[in-house]
């Protein structure tokens, strides 16, 4: 597990500007996986992460939307970022893509909702 000053870094925010952005598209949570967390994270490296919705608060959630959230993310850390539905991985044939990635992630916001009875 790579240390979180490190990453917050590397992504050059804050761990409240990335709760805010978390908050306002419903996300409940959102890991890093790729060469962030490596020894070969470069000046022209990408951001690989991995996000999980709250689709019942945001049911109509499309491909454009992700690829806004994804221009957003740019934005913020000032380089490319690729954003992918933790469930496409989850649920794809590749099992050494699957495993590869599922097995170095670290998650870097989760929500703390609390469930009412």
């Known amino acids: 597990m790579v240390d979180e000053e490190k990453i917050y ?3 050059k925010i804050t761990p409240e500007q990335l709760a805010d952005f978390c908050k306002q598209h419903h996300i409940l949570e959102l890991s890093l996986f790729g060469s962030i967390l490596r020894d070969d994270f470069r000046a022209d490296s990408d951001i690989d992460m991995l996000v999980v919705f709250d689709h019942s ?43 590869n990635i599922l097995n ?8 703390k909702r609390v469930l009412s009875a």
């Not at 454009?64 to 221009?71: F, I």
Request: no cysteine.
């Open 9 to 11: 870094a590397h992504l």
């Open 57 to 99: 608060a945001n049911p109509h959630l499309s491909l454009m939307d992700l690829v806004g959230m994804e221009y957003q993310l740019e934005e913020m850390v000032g380089r490319e970022v690729d954003l992918i539905e933790k469930r496409s991985i989850v649920d794809s044939d590749n099992w050494i893509r699957r495993k």
């Open 104 to 111: 170095t992630t670290q998650i870097i916001y989760e929500s």
